[in-house]
């Protein structure tokens, strides 16, 4: 029996291989997906589905493979990133609690669209398309949840092609700090907040099209101006205001 039909048995409750698993409430409240389900057919999904975990940098959907499963993210966070022939990465987003991926090679049985890499460690969810499709016809209330997620990820990518259109380097990475900032920001003594997210300047550069170089260039002109910190690699912002268009 999978982890999850036994924890689902159990009023899913934490267990030593299902502890991100808290409860159904809380997964149902963190994912477009589920929001819509009531809490019985939320149960009838999860016992369909199966735990898995992931250690930082493991590719979970490797592009240009075929793919059967869908994921929902329990817990951690992974990055979609497309990569050039001269092994290039540019970052198209970032997945986090609550969010489904895998979904794209699924539906229209083409091949997975992009990389799908852990950057921490990560707890999924994972149902199979022979049992994910049947459950959408079903229920439309998940069909309508998939594409509430899916409209949401196309706003995403709107807002990023705007910006790489109509935004210079620096607003561009001005604008991506304050989101970190708003999603992973812990406020700090002395004022400010640290960015609860390792990210290196590579990444930030494959985040907004940018070089690693440039990244750095601004990043330590900010940091001279006292307008952010760096430390072991995570990043204080001291003066958000000045972050701001
Ligand atoms: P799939 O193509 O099956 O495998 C890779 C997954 O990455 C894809 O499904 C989507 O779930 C996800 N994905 C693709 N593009 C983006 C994006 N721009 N932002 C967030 N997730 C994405």
């Not at 929902?72 to 990569?83: D, E, H, T, Y």
């Not at 992973?184 to 590579?202: A, L």
Request: glycine share 8%.
């Amino acid at each position: 029996m999978c982890a999850v039909v036994a924890a689902t048995q159990n009023a899913f409750t934490p267990r030593a291989t299902a502890k991100a698993i808290v409860n159904v409430e809380g997964l149902r409240d963190s994912s477009l997906l589920l929001s819509g389900l009531d809490i019985e057919d939320l149960r009838s999904l999860l016992a369909l589905a199966s735990q898995r975990s992931c250690k930082a940098r493991k590719v979970v959907c490797q592009k240009g493979e075929p793919g059967h499963e869908l994921f929902i993210v329990l817990s951690g966070k992974l990055k979609v990133c497309a990569s050039s022939a001269f092994g290039k990465e540019a970052i198209l987003g970032l997945i986090e609690d609550g969010e489904i991926f895998g979904e794209m090679a699924l539906i229209d049985g083409q091949e997975r669209s992009a990389n799908v890499i852990a950057v921490e460690d990560t707890q999924l969810l994972v149902i199979h398309r022979k049992d994910f499709l049947p459950f959408i016809e079903a229920h439309p209330k998940a069909c309508m949840g998939l594409l509430m997620a899916m409209t949401q990820r196309l706003r995403k990518m709107d807002v990023l092609i705007e910006d790489l259109r109509f935004l210079d380097l620096k607003d561009r990475l001005a604008k991506t700090l304050r989101q970190l900032a708003q999603e992973y920001g812990r406020t700090v003594v002395g004022g400010g907040v640290r960015i609860d997210f390792k990210i290196s300047q590579e990444e930030l550069g494959s985040l907004v099209g940018a070089t690693r170089e440039n990244v750095n260039k601004q990043i330590r002109a900010w940091v001279d101006e006292g307008v952010l910190e760096t430390s072991q690699s995570t990043l204080i912002i001291r003066q958000m205001d000045r972050l701001c268009a």
